[in-house]
């Protein structure tokens, strides 16, 4: 009985994990395509690309704050 309670907590913690560190990785990545799109257009002078660089800055600041959790949990985990 205990052996099986142990096996379903660690196999639970280890699924977990894995799944804290695929969403850390998609929102690394959705960072990094915000940011590129919203330098690109930035760069022209239409006014759709104004209205994609204001569009984007919406989803930036939430994923800046995600991404600064990451790290500063990434920085606990080592000290």
Same mark, same amino acid.
């Given at each position: ?56 800055? %919406?989803? %930036? ?6 991404? $600064? $959790?990451?790290? $500063?949990?990434? %920085?606990?985990?080592?000290?």
């Amino acid at each position: 009985m205990i052996t099986t309670v142990t096996t379903v907590t660690t196999v639970t913690t280890m699924v977990a994990l894995g799944l804290a560190t695929a969403i850390s990785v998609a929102a690394v990545i959705a960072l990094v395509v915000f940011l590129t799109t919203r330098e690109l257009a930035s760069a022209g002078r239409s006014r759709l690309s104004l209205r994609i660089a204001r569009f984007t800055s %919406i989803g %930036i600041v939430p994923l800046i704050i995600a991404f $600064a $959790a990451m790290v $500063a949990v990434k %920085i606990a985990e080592t000290l």
